[in-house]
DNA sequence: ATGAAATATATCATACTGATATATTATGAA
DNA sequence: TTCATAATATATCAGTATGATATATTTCAT
């Protein structure tokens, strides 16, 4: 089979749990799976419109139509579709870490710069961490409940242990700079 | 300003060290840049036409051009562009993980499966570990001598980091599943 | 009653990927 | 020496994604 388009099966992993619309999938994007994940409208509402035209997918409108809303429902097909790539190995495991890449050019900007964008990246890490912690306390009480909580849990649990790596990074990162900045200023022989 | 296209930011930042063809800057996007940031051929060597048509580098062939290389060299407005690249916050950081996509949606495919797709996710991490040790450690050695090194020895020590942590969370995630698998045999009274 | 926030879909210019095409040069084995 | 293979090098394109914007309705707090 030809690669599949990722977003295709990302949709139909979350229509193979409940009906949704559009607009709640993006939600779905912007809470759980944006840890791992992400998706702008721009690519979602083709992407359903192209589930619906192969079949994968069906579309209806609310019952009592006041939001206009448009639900869309996995099919039998849908989920053959996403079993099959469920199966296969995954391809594309990749980071797209802006901070790093500035800090990879950081001897242009200096050291004081480089701490400023770690600083901005751990603020940004630990406004999170609570989230994740609360994800993975709510998880870990309804596990026995459904089997798909203990498959969120581990997703998290991924989470919790890359962000906790990520501040001791910030830590000895910002260390290291700091006897840079300190070397500097004994050398240009600074005070304050 | 307007938000810049990150690619143009990458290959000025790149062409800020030393002057490059399109193929070199493809190899340091497959090698040194892998672990945080990447680029095809396809964007590569129109962003580079962008930034000679504004100025930012200038192209020019090789002197005995038997390769038809084309080389691209950093202006002083590219200097400049850059800088303000790396002195304005960042703004994307996120991570694209198929393999825990598919374990998010892990429920339908069961335990057997996701522990599967985490030995390979594990493989895959294992196989880079020496490259980024023994990048680590060439850097640690040639720090003293140019304060470029530090910054990329910032940046492998958040690879190493971060993978020590996939590599942990690999362990416990295939634990919680062999609990799991334990349990459904017994369940279902099934030998081997 | 009213303004702000949330719900909901759609579209578009810009950008990126992954594949493919094309051609040359270097390398190592037969 | 020759010949296949790998590496070097640029370019293009269909399919896909982003981020912004437009539009309209409904809910909610004041």
Redesign the interface.
């Known amino acids: 089979m030809a690669t599949e388009k990722?977003l295709d099966?990302?949709i139909l992993?979350l229509l193979?749990h409940e009906e949704l619309t559009g607009y709640e999938i993006k939600k779905r994007m912007d809470t759980?799976?944006k840890?791992?994940?992400?998706a702008s409208y721009g690519s979602i509402y083709p992407t359903l419109s192209g589930l619906v035209e192969r079949g994968l997918a069906t579309k209806r409108g609310d019952a009592d139509n006041k939001r206009n809303k448009l639900i869309y429902t996995i099919t039998n097909e849908g989920r053959d579709y996403?079993?099959q790539?469920?199966?296969a190995?995954?391809?594309?495991?990749?980071?797209?870490?802006?901070?790093?890449?500035?800090?990879?050019?950081?001897?242009?900007?200096g050291a004081r710069?480089?701490i400023?964008?770690i600083d901005?990246?751990q603020e940004?890490i630990e406004k999170e961490m609570p989230y994740l912690l609360g994800a993975a306390e709510t998880l870990r009480n309804c596990i026995a409940e459904d089997?798909?909580h203990?498959?969120?849990l581990?997703?998290v649990?991924?989470g919790l242990?890359?962000y906790?790596?990520?501040l001791?990074?910030c830590k000895?990162?910002k260390n290291?700079?700091a006897e840079?900045l300190q070397e500097s200023r004994k050398g240009r022989n600074e005070t304050c």
């Open positions: 990722k099966c990302v992993g193979s759980t799976l840890y791992f994940w992400g996403l079993q790539w469920l199966k190995p995954a391809e594309k495991d990749e980071l797209r870490y802006e901070t790093l890449l500035k800090l990879f050019f950081g001897k242009e900007e710069q480089a400023a964008h901005a990246f940004k089997d798909t203990k498959y969120y581990l997703t649990e991924f242990k890359t906790r790596a990520y001791e990074w000895e990162a290291m700079l840079d």
